[in-house]
């Protein structure tokens, strides 16, 4: 448990930014890696200042300093039993410098971000891990972090222009600044003496020279960058590229500004099949000669995992796997001539790949191989943990190697392990499934490990390529570089940090076992549980990541929970439950935006809604089975509710209705809308059945509604709408689902289908939460969101008669999972001169009643993009749910349409 008295000074320092709960400390302890710490403390830091105070500060407690941002690293460097400080959530500025060659970025930004901002250029990052998705600028400079192509030529070490350093005396030092030597010299004289004085003893002895010169010659991130003493002269630029890969063991970087590559679009893309994996390495000589921009390998067990992809194509899963291996092949031009040069002398090669520029095909095969390894660590056995190793040689040794491995596979028992990599670089991923704590088996990854480690180092290799030492290769860097290269490190690391304050027991270690320590325990609880890896990919994308919980740590508190129980500890048990409810189960916006991003579909919202139904009683049971049983009456008292919320005294309804568990109004929702009436049409051209949101809520300010606006689009389109009879006591099911109340959900499931039995035409819904809900709901592909229906059937049938010159478009979490983004972008394309979406645009969490429940969850998931939109000029705002626009509209001050509403105005009679 956490000392208050002695965390207090911390809190002192920016109140509110110290977290000491257990799910706060326990929630943050996981990360990807397979080691577990438990921090005393969580820290939200608010800037690099307050960073500075806070080491100065922990140096006095005798307090160690880590810091956390993406969580995605798989060495153990991302957790401790100290103080975890959390640079993600206020540390997320991206600027884009000289039309994209540059980009000044800060720790918590995530990579796809950046790449997003700067695609307009033409441009992105060098460095592109399979992580791009969830990974940090942050771990990316702290690990070195490389990728699929960018090799050691476009790395963090080399990309990296300048950045801003907080050293652990709290000296913040700009690198790119003119004064950046004569600050530091001033500032810390005993660090830039040391930096000097190393630099000469490298350059001075000759072995050290040619030691690293090999070791640099490929990717490695072990240990500090010692090429940094032979590449720059200046101390502060020394020091700028040691701190880079040193896994915030020397300083942390609040800011970094990196040069960027150019986008090549010019690309062609094969797959590769061998009989054996010693075939597939021993042809790679031939292949790196011909110049492609990635290889990536994939063994057998890949290939297997591969072929259950939804995104695998019909070849990869067509054939059976014995011993069979694979490359998949790559290269990128700068335009369809070379490219095409490049095709030419790939047909020579002696096996020549079937390449394919099919966009569609190869981000197939790209989502196959950047998901792999979450992937298969998904399918591992139920209570294992998996272990990714990361080593590279060069590369003429890389069948010898893989055969190393393979041997010793066999010899200490580990199956279905998994050989993958980056295959141009000689950089070999490998996985192992363990069950820590199960008998011996940690004595059987100790001597493992030592084989492997003498494996790689025999054939001049490097113990990690990319991934960061971390605690896990921690043990064997003096092995790796000799007595007196690792005594440099070390004086490198006490110039810096003298204390031994930041990440302790990380990159550095004279413990031979410290690798052994502090390993990942896996207890089984629940199939979504059972089946995460840790991953963190899920977290940019979760609208509650900056309010609670991401689905992530709701994950890891559910497996915390089950080991307290199972330890016998009532206290922790119970202080876990109580703070989960809110923490976790009702701020869960269950928008299943998490599954989109998981590369084994976990959906967290699933979870959720199971533990909601836990939670019902019989009372809520009853009152929402009676409510589907009369849902044209339940929402036509909500629509008079809103009326008359509308005309009271918005003080008075504001205090009535802030009670606990109930919905809260507030001045900025609009009344009530327009009750849904039926409109049978005998020759029809499809059903259509508006939302129960149009009755629950009015249209925006000036708007007909979307339930006005298909109608008439419709129309003029020459096309003939069903409405069915009832309709008013129609619903999608949602509010029964998302609640975990199977009776009424079943009550509305069997109206609904009785309502369109034996229809075979397309059935139009005009919200696209709703079109998602009635889906799972009649289990009919005939269902489609209006969006979608419009921009096949009735838009080319339009005339458009004004066009706005901007316009601001939110993207809904269910149009992103229906695949609505063409639909969507070639309506408002076709109205709008300009249009954006914002790059910060995520679900806005209102979903279904939740931004009534939890405002505060809404305002959370929506402050970006509001902040995005309010520094824009647009002529309107468009969404295509109505929730979302009251969301929206909430969290920005202008008015959110349907965008149906504004192609309704754009192909109406000019006003």
């Known amino acids: 448990m956490s000392d208050s008295s002695l965390l207090a000074p911390l809190e002192q320092l ?22 577990l710490l438990t921090p005393q403390a969580v820290v939200v830091a608010n800037d690099a200042a307050h960073v500075g105070a806070l080491m100065r500060a922990s140096a006095q407690l005798g307090l160690g300093v880590t810091f956390r941002s993406g969580g995605t690293s798989l060495s153990g460097q991302a957790g401790t039993d100290h103080l975890l400080v959390d640079v993600r959530r206020n540390f997320r ?15 918590g930004a995530v990579l796809r971000q950046v790449n997003a901002r700067l695609s307009r250029y033409g441009r992105k990052l060098g460095p592109d891990p399979a992580s791009e998705a969830a990974c940090t600028v ?14 050691t030529h476009a790395n963090a070490y080399r990309t990296c222009e300048s950045m801003t350093l907080v050293l652990p005396s709290g000296t913040v030092i700009d690198t790119a600044a003119g004064d950046a030597d004569a600050r530091l010299r001033h500032l810390e004289p005993g660090l830039t003496t040391t930096l000097e004085q190393l630099r000469d003893r490298i350059r001075g002895n000759p072995d050290s020279v040619r030691r690293i010169a090999e070791q640099y010659a490929m990717k490695n991130t072990m240990g500090y960058g010692l090429n940094s003493f032979l590449d720059h002269d200046t101390p502060v630029q020394i020091l700028a590229h040691l701190i880079i890969g040193s896994e915030g063991t020397l300083g942390f970087v609040a800011e970094a500004v990196f040069r960027t590559v150019p986008v090549h679009h010019a690309a062609s893309t094969g797959l590769i099949v061998f009989n054996t994996l010693h075939t597939a390495m021993a042809a790679m000589p ?29 070849a990869l899963r067509g054939f059976t796997v014995d011993q069979h291996a ?42 196959i191989r950047k998901g792999l390894y979450a992937t298969v660590a998904g399918n591992r056995p139920t209570g294992s943990v998996a272990l990714l190793e990361d080593v590279a040689v060069p590369v003429p040794a890389l069948a010898g190697l893989c055969d190393d491995l393979n041997q ?3 010899r200490h028992r580990y199956e279905r392990s998994v050989i993958f990599g980056h295959a141009k670089d000689g950089n070999l991923h490998f996985m192992l499934n363990e069950q820590f704590g199960a008998g011996d088996q940690t004595s059987r990854y100790a001597a493992f490990t030592e084989e492997m480690v003498d494996a790689v180092l025999a054939r001049g290799g490097t113990l990690k390529a990319e991934h960061g030492t971390g605690r896990v290769m921690a043990p064997f860097v003096r092995r790796q570089f000799g007595d007196e290269l690792f005594e440099v490190m070390q004086q490198v690391k006490r110039a810096c940090d003298p204390a031994g304050l930041l990440n302790p ?24 549980v059972d089946r995460c890896v840790e991953c963190g990919y899920c977290e940019p994308v979760c609208p509650s990541r900056d309010l609670t919980t991401t689905p992530r740590q709701r994950i890891v508190l559910r497996r915390e929970l089950a080991m307290a129980r199972s330890a016998g500890d009532a206290t922790l048990a119970g202080q876990l439950e109580r703070e989960y409810q809110y923490e976790a189960v009702d701020t869960c916006a269950v928008d299943g935006m998490c599954a989109t991003a998981c590369p084994v579909g976990i959906n967290t919202g699933d979870l959720t809604r199971r533990l909601r139904a836990d939670a019902n009683g019989r009372i809520a049971e009853r009152v929402w089975t009676g409510a589907a049983r009369h849902w044209d009456a339940a929402t036509r008292a909500m629509n008079i509710a809103l009326d008359a919320a509308a005309v009271a005294p918005p003080g008075l309804v504001e205090a009535v209705t802030r009670v606990p568990g109930l919905p809260s109004w507030s001045r900025d929702l609009p009344a009530g809308g327009g009750r849904r009436r039926a409109a049978p049409q005998h020759d029809a051209d499809a059903v259509y059945l508006p939302s129960c949101l149009n009755t629950m809520f009015a249209p925006a300010a000036g708007g007909a509604g979307v339930m006005t606006a298909i109608r008439r689009l419709a129309q003029r389109a020459g096309l003939r709408l069903h409405i069915p009879e009832g309709i008013g006591d129609l619903c999608c099911g949602t509010p029964w689902s998302s609640k975990g109340l199977p009776v009424g959900y079943a009550v509305m499931r069997d109206r609904v289908r009785a309502a369109v039995a034996g229809t075979t035409l397309p059935v139009i819904i005009d919200a696209a939460s709703c079109t998602e809900g009635f889906h799972k709901l009649l289990d009919d592909s005939a269902v489609i969101d209006a969006v979608a229906f419009t921009a096949e059937h009735i838009l080319p049938r339009l005339t458009i008669t004004h066009r706005l010159p901007s316009l601001a478009l939110h993207p809904t979490c269910s149009s992103t999972r229906l695949g609505l983004d063409a639909a969507i972008t070639r309506i408002a ?37 509001a902040d995005a939109v309010n520094r824009g000029d647009y002529a309107t705002h468009a969404s295509v749910n109505r929730t979302c626009e009251i969301g929206l509209t909430r969290a920005t001050g202008y008015p959110y349409h349907h965008l149906l509403e504004l192609l309704d105005t754009a192909t109406g009679s000019p006003t």
């Open 829 to 865: 394309e076709a109205i709008a001169e300009r249009v954006e979406v914002p790059h910060d645009w995520q679900c806005c969490a209102f979903a279904g009643d939740r931004g009534l429940l939890h405002p505060e969850l809404t305002a959370s998931a929506t402050r970006a993009e």
């Open 408 to 410: 010793l596979f066999d």
């Open 286 to 314: 031939e292949l790196v000669d011909a110049g492609p921009a990635a290889i990536e390998l994939l063994d057998a067990e890949s290939l297997r995992v591969a072929q259950l992809d939804p995104q695998a194509d019909a």
């Open 14 to 35: 920016a109140p509110g930014s110290v977290r000491t709960r257990a799910s706060d400390r326990l929630g943050m302890a996981h990360d990807a890696s397979h080691y």
């Open 138 to 151: 942050g771990g990316v400079v702290a690990n070195n972090s490389s990728g699929m192509t960018c090799g």
């Open 93 to 107: 500025n991206i600027e884009i410098l000289d039309n994209g060659d540059r980009v000044r970025v800060q720790p």
């Open 505 to 528: 027991g990380v990159l550095l270690a004279d413990d031979p076992q410290a690798h052994l320590r502090h390993l990942k325990p896996v207890v089984t609880v629940e199939a979504e």
């Open 326 to 367: 694979a490359l998949l092949v790559e290269w990128q031009e700068a335009d369809d001539e070379q490219l095409t040069a490049r095709e030419e002398q790939a047909r020579r090669l002696s096996t020549p790949p079937k390449l394919s520029r099919d966009p569609a095909g190869r981000a197939a095969l790209w989502h």
